[in-house]
């Protein structure tokens, strides 16, 4: 069932138009010119995306040879998504904290909530320091003790035995002898296979599995938005099995709209892929808020330029011509939000649905 409904969609892409009217800012979808803008300048800010041209027998004609897609490899992924999950029982271990004079009134004190406070810690961090082992006492006694005694108990008035006094001479060539005759020193002991120390048990325990993500980002031309595609690696560099890549996805999101697909690029490749029938609608919501934000402040920054202006024009002298220059009364409108920044806001959202695997690296910006 699964592969038919592939070849049904894979026909539906094909048999879709491809946009080319800009539209990205009334209903969030972009064409594939703007795609590859917005790649261009996702690279350029971030080198750790690249495009790629991917296998050539499946190269869409409405892209450039090589800018098919783009990917970043080695993302890290430091815990499951399940660690994340907020149940009951949290919401029971609730605590308020107060910050600041518990005898200030109003605003002074801040109060804040903690959650997953009955949770434990599984790995040794800043917040769960674990069992710190005695420190021995530096002024407890030493096998230099018996060194110091013996040197208190010495006269300085005694003559020594002159006899007693070695040869530095003879200490020295019997030195050099010692160096030059080959030594070789014993073989260490063999150490019984699959076995392991106690002090090995727990350097390992305290070892932190990190699972890492190649991500891709193609063009969906059905539904004319970006497309998320992720491969999962454990720390041994072992493809992830389907379940194991389910676990470092939101439950509401593994296995709806998160799913394992073929590949569009590839001949063979499967991939766990984030369905994009919402993409279009969610990032017209999220450059809504980005474009006004966008405006104020272009519209704050003209305002500032134009009082400079102004400033200038009632000391600039007039012309040869005896009119006087005036600015001009029509202001232009704002840009507003560019399409470049479209995949810097398409991977905030992503990463709401991989909120464990760090796909979002544009916290810069």
């Given at each position: ?182 030594s070789r020193p ?42 998320i595609w992720l ?115 398409f991977l905030k ?17």
């Amino acid at each position: 069932m699964h592969a038919i409904q592939q070849q049904y969609w894979a026909v539906r892409d094909y048999l879709s138009p491809v946009l080319k009217e800009s539209k990205f800012k009334e209903h969030g979808r972009i064409t594939p010119e703007e795609f590859v803008a917005a790649g261009d300048f996702l690279s350029y800010k971030f080198p750790v995306w690249s495009w790629e041209a991917g296998d050539a027998s499946k190269a869409r004609d409405y892209l450039p040879a090589a800018k098919q897609y783009m990917v970043t490899r080695g993302v890290p992924c430091l815990r499951r998504a399940t660690s994340l999950a907020y149940t009951d029982a949290d919401e029971d271990a609730e605590r308020l904290l107060s910050f600041g004079d518990s005898s200030a009134t109003g605003n002074e004190a801040d109060e804040w909530v903690e959650t997953h406070a009955g949770r434990r810690a599984n790995v040794d961090s800043a917040t769960n320091p674990g069992v710190i082992d005695d420190i021995p006492d530096l002024d407890g006694p030493h096998e230099d003790d018996g060194i110091s005694a013996a040197a208190a108990n010495l006269s300085l008035t005694e003559t020594p035995n002159l006899d007693d006094i070695p040869d530095m001479e003879e200490d020295l060539e019997e030195g050099d002898d010692a160096a030059a005759a080959p030594s070789r020193p014993p073989p260490p002991p063999r150490k019984p296979a699959n076995t392991t120390t106690k002090k090995e048990e727990a350097t390992n325990a305290n070892l932190l599995s990190v699972r890492t993500y190649d991500v891709m980002i193609t063009y969906d031309k059905y539904y004319q938005t970006p497309r998320i595609w992720l491969l999962g690696y454990d720390e041994n560099g072992t493809p992830l099995v389907p379940e194991q890549i389910f676990q470092d996805v939101t439950a509401e999101h593994a296995f709806k709209t998160v799913t394992i697909e073929a590949f569009p690029h590839s001949t063979s490749l499967q991939a766990a892929s984030v369905h994009p029938c919402k993409h279009a609608s969610v990032m017209r919501k999220l450059i809504e808020r980005m474009n006004a934000g966008v405006v104020e402040e272009q519209k704050a920054q003209r305002k500032a330029g134009a009082k400079d202006s102004k400033k200038k024009w009632l000391f600039k002298r007039s012309g040869g011509s005896g009119k006087d220059d005036k600015p001009t009364g029509e202001e232009e409108e704002v840009e507003g939000m560019r399409v470049d920044f479209y995949l810097v806001v398409f991977l905030k959202f992503i990463a709401s649905i991989v909120p464990t695997i760090e796909v979002d690296s544009t916290t810069a910006l």
